[in-house]
């Protein structure tokens, strides 16, 4: 069994913090030596108590759902004999208010735009099966319950 961890790190500073105007802005270092500048999202805490500029939790969220989704699509095509020289994803999360009133994430969007090179060039239900079978394999995807979609394009680069 594999473990995943993260050290998510914020200090007040010389901020108050008791009348709740202190800066949200954190970091988040990973195991490699990756560190990434987080914060509240502008949505949730407005600026300057956010900071716009780094990644909030729900930006997170949908970026780890579309890598975990292209990792696994990437694995499959490959293993199919396709060769993919891009692959990039607009990918999207609605956030909305439950039955309780609480807000969360309960649609992704994945919008994967993948560029096939090579000379194997697959069929459109080929792609779709990918795509599925990516999702269905996705530990991520297998964790939540927010609904996940994929409505992703395809082209294929002739050789020159």
């Known amino acids: 069994m594999a473990s995943h961890g993260a050290t998510v790190e914020w200090q007040r500073g010389d901020q108050n913090f008791l009348d709740r105007r202190y800066s949200r802005a954190h970091r988040w270092r990973f195991d490699g030596g990756a560190e990434v500048a987080a914060s509240s999202s ?5 600026e300057p108590f956010s900071n716009p500029a780094n990644v909030d939790p729900e930006e997170a969220y949908v970026a780890a759902l579309s890598s ?3 990792l696994w699509f990437l694995d499959i095509a490959s293993r199919r004999g396709f060769r993919i020289d891009r ?12 039955a309780d009133g609480k807000e969360w994430i309960a649609r992704l969007t994945l919008r994967p735009h993948v560029v096939f090179g090579g000379e194997r060039v697959p069929e459109e239900a080929e792609v779709a099966a990918m ?30």
């Open 131 to 160: 795509h599925h079978e990516a999702h269905e394999n996705c530990f991520l995807a297998n964790s939540v319950r927010t609904a996940i979609e994929t409505k992703g394009s395809w082209t294929h680069r002739a050789e020159s």
């Open 42 to 46: 502008p949505h949730v805490v407005r």
């Open 87 to 98: 692959y990039s994803d607009a990918a999207e999360g609605a956030m909305v208010k439950n």
């Open 68 to 70: 975990c989704h292209m």
